[in-house]
């Protein structure tokens, strides 16, 4: 019997370092996953709680994201959603859609985000009712994708326009890269407090086997290097005081790229 209570977000370990995530709507029993590394673990986790998945929501096309697919459309009958750029590259779709298009999970209604950069056609999937934006891989927890397709400006874009989603949004990204992602972002902000805080619990967790993700986007406002690229503060450390945003988020990606 469905209950009253709200919007479940539960993360699920899968492959190496990769992360799904179920998205549960209790009013009508209805659930999601996001990206299907392997289809196992998110059948467990289905099975444990007693959920019947009803959709897939595809970010991006790359293996680690959606190898699983098949295997959990065949054994549920869900519904795949995926960006209708990148339908060539995707499993065949039910729902293709595109920036500012609505993806429904039971009662629950999410807008989808053009984040292109990591690859042309990435997507991110906000629902505000669970106070959620599922980004796999680009905005990551205190990092961002590699740009493997797109282009600087183009990921400066769509990492400005998850920025401005509200503070307490749970930002559920694609892979568990904290901890090195810590240590890069001190070599650009080392006087950052809060940063140095996130870094040491960062450390903690994964001495403990906890994961790291998902964060909350206030917390990536203020320690995340990549959302931090306009601020004077970085620039003058860079050496970049009267650079563009854009060209300066471009150099801490490079930065990162070696790092």
């Given at each position: 019997?469905p ?46 709680r ?11 096309h ?11 459309r ?24 595109a ?32 106070r ?13 994708g590699?740009?493997f ?7 400066w874009?769509?990492l ?12 559920c990204?694609?892979?568990?890269y ?29 001495a ?12 990536e ?6 959302l ?32």
């Amino acid at each position: 019997m469905p209950s009253s209570t709200g919007p479940e977000v539960v993360t699920i370990p899968c492959l190496k370092d990769n992360y799904a995530y179920l998205l549960h709507d209790p009013a009508t029993g209805d659930t999601a996953v996001v990206d299907v590394p392997e289809a196992a673990p998110i059948a467990a986790a289905l099975k444990a709680r007693g959920w019947t998945l009803t959709d897939i929501l595809i970010t991006h096309h790359h293996h680690d994201h959606i190898g699983g697919v098949e295997d959990l459309r065949r054994a549920t009958g869900a519904e795949v959603w995926g960006a209708a750029a990148d339908a060539g590259r995707l499993p065949p779709l039910d729902h293709a859609v595109a920036e500012g298009d609505v993806v429904r999970v039971g009662d629950l209604e999410g807008a989808v985000i053009d984040v292109s950069g990591h690859t042309v056609g990435h997507v991110a999937f906000h629902f505000p009712e669970a106070r959620a934006v599922f980004t796999a891989d680009s905005l990551m927890a205190l990092g961002c994708g590699r740009l493997f397709e797109g282009t600087a400006p183009q990921m400066w874009e769509s990492l400005s326009k998850l920025a401005a989603l509200p503070r307490d949004t749970l930002v559920c990204s694609g892979h568990e890269y904290t901890r090195s992602n810590a240590r890069f972002a001190l070599t650009i902000e080392p006087d950052n407090a809060d940063l140095r805080a996130r870094a040491e619990a960062v450390d903690a967790a994964r001495a403990e086997g906890r994961p790291t993700v998902p964060s909350r986007l206030g917390e990536e406002l203020d320690t995340n290097p990549f959302l931090r690229a306009g601020l004077s503060g970085v620039k003058s450390h860079l050496g970049m005081s009267s650079a563009a945003d854009a060209e300066v988020f471009a150099e801490i990606r490079r930065r990162k790229d070696s790092f």
